[in-house]
């Protein structure tokens, strides 16, 4: 610390030194016109370039490197594109422009006017005319104190992480894409995209438990939305028939490589459609997004080669235990054998914990990390699905899919329930399950209930996790490797 404490003294007395001479650390004046992508596409394949003062180019960014040579210097200037060098040449500046260049650090921000030239190595450079102090840095770059490497250093002081580590800047510029491909093919299929309420007086939609608020002027408790799912099946009510939403949900539940407390879903809605035809839009969205990302089906990630080409893989939930779990069939489907075996695999479950939940379960626990390839779970039990259309060939499961890969799951839909009778009941149990303890379960929504009374179309819904998707696509071990500012423990001082 004593080190750094002396950087930080040397830089304010620089600071201090600036204002006292006249000249503004911080000025807000310089236009740049070009980017250092402008530079290289203008002149990077030209093997000789006639240097010519008039061939003006203007570029601002940080300086990330320098190298000094008594009369002349070299300095490396980073902006949201790449990289450029600009020679600087005491002859050229001036000498009291060159001595005022002489007190810029790495991490200064500065704007450069000058020629562009090829150096004697081959290397694309600028030959300034003028450099400027355009923001004078207090601290100092990370590579002084051998790179910025800790993990939560890296989440905690994300702008550093930025500047330092070209690589994650690059994960948030294919996030960015990942969400414009999605945006845009959902517009070029007819929907419309809304925006439904972050603070809602009952969260539906998911089971999760919500982060609560109070608002002072309606003197009410509101929560932090954990789904948009029951205000967008309210808009198919109104009339929308294709409608998605891309957006933040909150769970306040724990952290770790695959959840964060605050996170982005798209969930759509499309009435007149089933659970089935979303599997196939799903799939034809995912490799629509893909392609135009990567050029390509598929995909490595954590060292696994993924291929997103059709059809993807479809199980029921009571398939996938009997392909990846150590049990038969006979024994799954006898509720006292299947519970001995959850106990036997690790699974601490109540005694009188429902079929439905003890399969869902099971499945978690021997089938969900084996689901490397695209892969579809689909038949899941009635009494793990509050918000689904019950089969019409089995009332014990419903119409509603999982979409998993890489382990984990990426997405979730269903053909939705829409009679506002069975809605009520299911709500009933679900209040029940609260009242025994269970802090997920769903609350009752009267005005829901009243929304489907007045008629809701036959219709499927979906749910994406962007941030997952994010993290497959860009090779990502952690979510906080996707989430610019994820939510940290408070620092210790």
Known sequence: MEELSELLLQRRRKVNALWESGINPYPNDFKPHHTSEDLVSACGNKETITENPEDVYTVAGRIMARRSFGKAAFIQVQDRKGRVQVYVRKDTLGEDNFGYFETFDIGDIVGVTGHPFRTKTGELSLHAHEVRLLTKSLLPLPE????????????????????????????????????????????????????????????????????????????????????????????????????????????????????????????????????????DYTEELFCHVVENLLGSQEVTYQGQAISFRRPWKRLTVREAILEYGDIDARSLDDRDLAYSYAKSIGLDLPEDVGYGKLITEIFEEVAEAKLIQPTYITSYPTEVSPLSRKSDIDPDVVDRFELFCAGREIANAFSELNDPVDQKERFLAQVEAKAKGDEEAHFMDEDYIRALEHGMPPAAGEGIGIDRLVMLLTDSASIRDVILFPQLRKEAK
């Not at 009410?220 to 949900?249: S, T, W």
């Not at 798209?266 to 459609?273: G, V």
């Open 144 to 279: 002084k104190f051998h790179g910025l490497t800790d993990v939560e250093t890296r989440y905690r002081q994300r702008y550093v992480d930025l500047i330092v580590n070209p690589e994650v800047k690059d994960v948030f510029v294919k996030r960015a894409r990942i969400i414009q491909l999605i945006r845009e093919f959902m517009l070029g299929h007819d929907f419309l995209e809304v925006e439904t309420p972050m603070m809602q007086p009952i969260p539906g939609g998911a089971t999760a438990r919500p982060f609560e608020t109070y608002h002072n002027a309606l003197e009410r408790k509101l929560y932090l939305r954990i789904a948009p799912e029951l205000y967008l099946k309210r808009l198919l009510v109104g009339g929308f028939d294709k409608v998605f939403e891309i957006n933040r949900n909150f769970r306040n539940e724990g952290i770790s490589v695959r959840h964060n407390p605050e996170f982005t879903m798209m969930e759509f809605y499309q009435a007149y459609a089933t659970f089935d035809d979303l599997m």
